[in-house]
């Protein structure tokens, strides 16, 4: 099976850097991915991480450590419309190689 | 907007009913894939289909089925309706060489009262 760990709320002030970390378990890792919701809308994809290391793309970046099984989305600058929630899930070979199991995810409120 | 389609919107219905949920993937996607999602919980994945054949198989109830048709749209088939049966129901599609990449469509919310 599968199981994730976010931290189910972050509180951040505007222009600030925050980060929101993800352990995991699976029995066979194909990779990370971050997705934000907005409330009442639908996921977006943010990045993917099948390495090791850090991945940036603009304000937001995605790091993965494999052998800790443990990643962490950065966001930088951070703005009033970040105010989401951000979902870690990982690709997962054990319930088929192309379903992504999702966290529950984290409610990041960004304040004045 | 991703550029996968799903209707309807909103559904309201009874116990015991049936309902049909459709999704149009984005152009050019093989692979559509339906999560539920209930009240401040996370996406639960239901079923995923490749081009037209059943690809993997999640946390799908008995009383729900899929399919997916030549056209690559696909629909959701929730029967026997109960009240823990409401949520949001997503539709996503990806693109053929990158399955990690997933868009998802609006989402249409079920009430079963």
């Known amino acids: 099976g599968q199981s994730l760990e976010q931290p189910s709320e972050v509180t951040a002030v505007e222009g600030a850097i925050v980060q929101i970390n993800c352990t995991y378990q699976t029995s066979g890792f194909y990779g990370l991915s971050w997705y934000q919701q907005h409330d009442g809308g639908a996921p977006t994809f943010l990045s993917y991480?099948?390495?090791?290391g850090l991945e940036e793309t603009g304000r937001f970046s995605s790091f993965l450590s494999r052998s800790d099984s443990y990643g962490y989305l950065l966001l930088q600058e951070l703005q009033m419309k970040d105010s989401a929630s951000y979902f870690c899930a990982v690709r997962d070979r054990g319930a088929g190689a192309n379903n992504l199991f999702f966290g529950t995810g984290t409610r990041l409120t960004v304040i004045p | 907007d991703s550029g996968v389609t799903q209707t309807p919107k909103h559904l309201i219905t009874a116990t015991g009913q049936r309902v049909t949920l459709r999704c149009s993937p984005r152009s050019g996607d093989l692979s559509v894939y339906w999560y539920q999602q209930s009240l401040d919980q996370g996406l639960q994945f239901l079923i995923q289909?490749?081009?037209?054949?059943?690809?993997a198989k999640g946390n799908i109830l008995e009383r729900f089925s899929a399919q997916q048709f030549p056209d690559l749209h696909s629909e959701l088939n929730l029967s026997s309706l109960e009240l823990g049966d409401s949520a949001l129901y997503f539709c996503?599609?990806?693109?053929?060489?990158?399955?990690?990449?997933?868009?998802f469509g609006p989402g249409t919310r079920l009430l079963v009262l």
């Open positions: 996503a599609s990806s693109p053929r060489t990158t399955q990690e990449t997933q868009y």
């Open positions: 289909y490749y081009n037209g054949e059943e690809r």
């Open positions: 991480n099948a390495l090791d």
